[in-house]
């Protein structure tokens, strides 16, 4: 397998574009954190070739589909009512800054 070249959108990161062998991906990222840092995987992607005359308007829709994909999973902080990814969430109410700036220490 050729090695993908990946770029990621966004901040919080929104969505990973990657370039390998005559084909662009769009992928959905999924981190998770092995203590104290945080990794990047693929919750999901799709590989579409570098070629024909609808590439750029398939390269957009597959933009918007991951887009609205991983926004899906963002949740609302009730502390500081702030939309976050859910790598950013502490639990199910707080986001980390929240937390930390409640005493938490990470």
Known sequence: MVPVRWFGVGHPLLLVVGVADGSV???????????????TELASYVSLPL??????????????????????????????????????????DRCQACAEADGVVF
């Open 51 to 92: 070629s024909g005359s609808d590439m750029l308007s398939r390269l957009a829709e597959q933009v918007g589909t991951a887009s609205t994909a991983r926004l899906a999973t963002f949740r609302t902080c009730h502390r500081c009512d702030a939309k976050q990814p859910p790598e950013w969430m502490l639990d199910d």
């Open 25 to 39: 991906l769009v992928g959905v990222p999924a981190l998770r954190w092995i203590s104290q840092r945080p990794v």
